[in-house]
C-alpha cells in the first residue's frame, strides 16, 4: 500500500499565507495522485508536531531545524520559482512514500 | 480547484484603512499610523500594534518581487475584531526584512497590511490577492495611485 504523507504546511501566525499555500499544494498532490493529510499550523507548533508529521512545507523563515524534509515555500506567494518549487514538494513526498515501502 | 471570483480584495478595503502618499520612514511608524486608525474605527484591539510588531521582527513578511518589494504584515486573530485589508502606498520604500531571509531587507512602497479573524475562512481573497502581487503593472500602478476610489477600482475584478 502506499503511503499517506502527512504534511504540515505552516506561516507564522496561521492563517494567511499557508492557507494560500494548503491550496496550492493541496492541488498539486492531487494532480500528482499523491495521498496526503494537510495540516495548517504556526511555525512555532511545527516542533512538537514533526513527531506524526512526514514533512514541512513553510512560507517563514525556519526558527530550529527539524527531524523532518523541510521546503520553503515563498515562491508560491511571489510566483518566482514555482515550478522548481513544485517539483522539490512532489520529489519530497514521493521519496517519502518509497522509503515506507 | 473551485475558485470562487465574487470575493474580492476590494471588499475587504476600508476607506479610512487606505494610506495614499505617506512618508513613514519604518515598519514601526507604519504600524503605529495604521494601528490608531484601526483602533479608533473599532477594527482592532489593543493588543494589535505590539504583536505585529512583534511578529514582523520574528517573522517578517517582505517579498521580494521581480522588479520591486511588497509586504504584507499581519498577526494573530485575536486582535482583530473586524476584517480588513489596510492599504499603505509610501511615496519612498520602507524597508521590511524579508520573509524568506530576515537577514536581508526589502523596500516596500506597497504593504497591504491584513486583519483577518477566521483562520483558514478567506482562501479567495488571499488568491486574488496574492495574484495581484504577482502582476507587476498592476503593483506599478498601485504604487502610483492617487485616490481611494482608485485603489478599490484596482483591486477588484482581479484574475
Redesign the interface.
Known amino acids: 500500500m502506499t503511503k499517506k504523507v502527512n504534511v504540515l504546511v505552516a506561516c507564522g501566525a496561521g492563517i494567511a499565507t499557508s492557507t494560500v499555500v494548503m491550496s496550492k499544494v493541496e492541488q498539486l498532490f492531487k494532480d500528482n495522485n499523491i495521498d496526503v493529510n494537510l495540516m495548517q499550523i504556526k511555525i512555532a507548533e511545527a516542533a512538537s508536531k514533526q513527531e506524526d508529521a512526514d514533512m514541512l512545507i513553510s512560507t517563514t523563515v525556519l526558527p530550529t531545524t527539524y527531524s523532518i524534509p523541510t521546503i520553503k515555500a515563498m515562491g508560491y506567494l511571489t510566483g518566482i520559482g514555482v515550478d522548481k518549487l513544485n517539483k522539490e514538494v512532489i520529489d519530497t513526498a514521493k521519496k517519502i512514500q518509497d522509503e515506507a515501502n | 480547484?473551485t475558485t470562487n471570483n465574487t470575493v474580492e480584495v476590494s471588499d475587504y478595503l476600508r476607506d479610512q484603512l487606505i494610506f495614499l502618499h505617506t512618508s513613514f520612514k519604518s515598519t514601526d511608524e507604519l504600524f503605529g499610523a495604521v494601528s490608531d486608525v484601526a483602533k479608533e474605527n473599532g477594527f482592532v484591539t489593543d493588543q494589535f500594534l505590539p504583536k505585529i510588531t512583534k511578529?514582523e521582527a520574528?517573522?517578517?513578511?517582505g517579498?521580494?518581487?521581480?522588479h520591486r518589494g511588497v509586504a504584507?504584515p499581519?498577526?494573530?486573530?485575536d486582535t482583530i475584531k473586524k476584517e480588513f485589508v489596510a492599504v499603505v502606498v509610501n511615496d519612498q520604500p520602507v524597508n521590511f526584512k524579508r520573509?524568506?531571509?530576515?537577514s536581508q531587507e526589502v523596500g516596500a512602497k506597497l504593504a497591504f497590511v491584513?486583519g483577518?479573524n477566521k483562520?483558514?475562512a478567506?482562501?479567495e481573497m488571499?488568491?486574488a490577492l496574492?495574484s495581484i502581487?504577482?502582476d507587476d503593472a498592476l503593483v506599478e500602478k498601485l504604487e502610483n495611485v492617487d485616490s481611494v476610489s482608485t485603489v478599490h477600482e484596482l483591486l477588484s475584478n482581479k484574475n
Open positions: 480547484m511578529r520574528t517573522f517578517p513578511t517579498l521580494q518581487l521581480e504584507i499581519h498577526t494573530d486573530a520573509m524568506d531571509d530576515p491584513l483577518l483562520p483558514h478567506q482562501l488571499l488568491q496574492m502581487i504577482q
